[in-house]
C-alpha cells in the first residue's frame, strides 16, 4: 500500500500538504530527519504515516502528558493501535501496557524524556523499535527557548536502540538551534526539513501601553474576535485577567498550575468543545490543544524569546482563515522575563552548595524536597529548584521514584548517578547560558518596535523575504521608517558618529545604551548624575536629539562593528543581576580619531511621515466606552463586508481602542490615530467619524 493509500484509509486525507510527503519518504527509507515545520501545518503526520508504513513500533517522545493523551485519543478513534507509558498510570497498568509493547501489540508508543531508566531501556531492547520520533526537539538544546535536561540523554537513548532512524519535530528552531539539535542526537549530517515560518493568514499586532493599568484598560478592546486565547506571564496575571475580562461580560476561564488536574482539563476540554469562547492561561496551555479556528490570541506579558512567542501565537488560525496575534508591550515587562532568566540561571557557588548536601546525606537516592535541601543550604526553595535542573543538565542527578508501602503514594527523589564525580561548574559557565538568554530576550524586545514584525520574524529564524514590507502588522500600520541598505555616511552623519563615541570614551568604560544615550543628549537624570557624567566635555554633545534616536544609532553602529556589546553579571543584594553594556572596538576608536573616514552603515532612514500613536494611557480620560467601540466594530463590520475584506483591513483592533480613546471628530485628527494613515482615512474615515460625532453629540 503506497503513502496515498494509508493516508486515506487511516487519516481521512486525500492528500499531503506542503512539504510532508518528502519528509515521509524520507524517513520511511530508514533515513534520520530534522522537520522545522510551523504549528498547525501536520508535523505529527510526519512520523504518524511512516510509523504505519514501518511496520513495528514507533516510539514517539513528547514532553506533555496533556499532549501524548491527545495524541493517542485521536489515533485510537482513527483504528491505529496507539498508547501512552506515563507517570498517571498505576504500577499495574504501566506493567500491562510495557508487555503490549514488547508483544507488539501497538503501531506509537508515546513516553516522556525521564521514562529512559535502566529498567525501561531493558524493556526496549526486547521490542521492534523501527522509528524514534522526537517531538518538540527544540527542548533538547541549551540554546532553544524551552530547554529541558531531560532530553540529553535521547542521543545515549538512540545509541542504545542500535542506532534506530530518528526523526526530530519542532516548529520553531533557529538555525544555531537546528544545529545543536542534531549535534546533541549524534546526527549532524542528517537531513533538515524547513517549510518556511511565514503564516500568511496571521496578523501580527502590537499594542503599546506605559502603565500596568493601561494595558487592564486596553485589554477588554482588543478581544474582539472568538475564540480568543490571553497568555501571562505569572499565575497572579491570569488571575487578575480573568477577573478583569469577566467583569466586562466576557465568558472566561483561568488556566494555570495552581489550579486541580480536573480544573485544568474541563477548562481545556470547554474551551476545545467550544463552550468557553476565552481562556486567560500561562504558558502551560496551548501544547497540544487540537483547536483550528483560534481567532485572536493576546499575550499580556511579553514572552523570553521570539521561539516562545511565535510558537505560542502558531496556535491562531490553524484552519487558513484570518487571525490575530497581539503583543501588549512595555518596555518595562521585560524585567520580569530578566527576573525569570536570573531564577533559572543560579549562581555556580548555589549550585555546589546543593551539590555538597546531596552527597553529605551518604544516600542514594536522597528523599528530600526542595524546601528540605534549602534548610539544610540556606537557598531559597525556587532556587534549589534552578540548581536541580543545572545538575541534571550536567548529568549528575536523575529524578528518581518510589512508592509509599504504607499509603501506596509515589515518592519522589534525587538520583546521584555518580557520588564519586565532582562538579566542575564555573561562575563563567553559568555566565554563558545566562548571557545567551539575555540576548534572546533582546530580541524579544527589539520585535516590538520593528520597522515590520513579520520581517523580523521570518529573518529570526534565517528567512529572507522577498518584501521589504508584509502590510499586516503594526509595523507596517504606522510607517516606520525601514533601515537603508549600507550607505556611505555623509560628513554631517560621520560627525555625529564620533561624537558618540568621543563620549562613549570619555565614560571610560563600556555602559548601558539607555545611559549612554542620556549623556551624550545633555540629560540630566540622576543615573547620569551619579557618575560625574554631567561634568564630561562631550556631555550634551548631542543636546536637542532625541535619546530614542540615538538609542536606534547606536544600534546600527553595532551591526558596523564600531562598538561591542558585553553582557556584565554581578551580585547585588544576594542576587545576581546582568545588564548589556556597550564599548569602543578597534575600528570604532579608528573612526573616533580620524584614522578611518570612509564608514558605511546602515542607519534608520527618516520616516515619510510622522505618525502620533494614540496609547489609552496618554492623554484624554484614559476610558473607553464599550458602547463606542460596540459602535465602531460595528461600522467595520460594514465597511469590511462592503469591501469584502477581512476586518483587519479597514482597521486594526488596536486603532479602534485608539479611536475609541481619542474620539476624533474630524478627518484630520483621525488621521493620528495609530494605523489610520491619509490613504485608510481618505477610503473607510467619514463612516468612523459620524459613529463617534453620534456617540458625542458633536
Known sequence: M???????????????????????????????????????????????LPA??????????????????????????????????NSTLSWEERKHRTAAMIRGEYHLVYVAPERFNDAFLADLSRTDVRLLAIDEAHCISQWGHDFRPDYLRLGAVRKSLGDVPTIA??????????DDILAQLGLPDARRFITGFDRENLRLEVATTRSPKAKLTMLPGLISALPALVYCATRRHVDEVTDLLSSKGFATEAYHAGKTHAQRKRVQEDFIQGRLPVVVATNAFGMGVDKADIRTIVHFDMPGTIEAYYQEVGRAGRDGKPATAILMYRSADRQLQEFFIQNAHPPAADVHRVYDALLSTQENPVWWQAHEIGRHTGIDERQVQSCLSVLRRFGLTDRATSRNPNSGDI??????????????LTEAEMNKSRHHAFSQLEKMVAYGTAPC??????????????????????????????IDELKPLTPPQLEMIRKILSCMARMGRPFSTTLIAKVVTGSRDKSVRAWDFDQLSTWGLLRGTST?????????????????????????????????????????????YGEVTDVV????????????????????????DEDLLAKLRTVRFGLAKAADVPAYVVASNRTLVGIAAARPTCLEALEDVHGMGPKRVAKYGEPFIDAVRGWTGC
Open 169 to 178: 519535530l519542532t516548529a520553531t528552531a533557529t538555525p544555531a538551534v537546528a
Open 601 to 624: 552603515l546602515s542607519l534608520p532612514a527618516v520616516a515619510a511621515r510622522v505618525v502620533a500613536h494614540i496609547d489609552v494611557s496618554e492623554g484624554h480620560d484614559g476610558v473607553i
Open 548 to 592: 530614542a534616536k540615538i538609542e536606534s544609532i547606536l544600534g546600527a553602529m553595532e551591526s558596523g562593528g564600531l562598538i561591542t556589546v558585553e553582557l556584565t553579571s554581578k551580585s547585588v543584594r544576594g542576587a545576581t543581576r546582568t545588564w548589556k553594556n556597550l564599548g569602543l572596538s578597534a575600528l570604532g576608536r579608528e573612526v573616533m
Open 411 to 424: 515518592l519522589y527523589g534525587i538520583s546521584l548517578t555518580d557520588p564519586n564525580r565532582a562538579l566542575t
Open 2 to 48: 503506497n503513502l496515498e493509500q494509508l493516508l486515506l484509509k487511516h487519516f481521512g486525507h486525500p492528500s499531503f500538504r506542503p512539504g510532508q510527503r518528502a519528509v515521509m519518504e524520507h524517513v520511511c527509507a530508514g533515513k534520520p530527519g530534522l522537520v522545522v515545520m510551523p504549528t498547525g501545518h501536520g508535523k505529527s503526520l510526519c512520523y504518524q
Open 453 to 482: 514584525q513579520r520581517l523580523a520574524v521570518l529573518r529570526y529564524f534565517g528567512e529572507t523575504p522577498s518584501w521589504a514590507r508584509c502590510g499586516r502588522c503594526t509595523g507596517c500600520d504606522a510607517n516606520r521608517p525601514l
Open 52 to 85: 504505519l508504513a514501518r511496520g513495528g513500533t514507533t516510539l514517539v517522545v513528547s514532553p506533555l502528558i496533556a499532549l501524548m493523551k491527545d495524541q493517542v485519543d485521536a489515533l485510537v478513534a482513527k483504528g491505529i493501535a496507539a498508547t501512552e507509558i
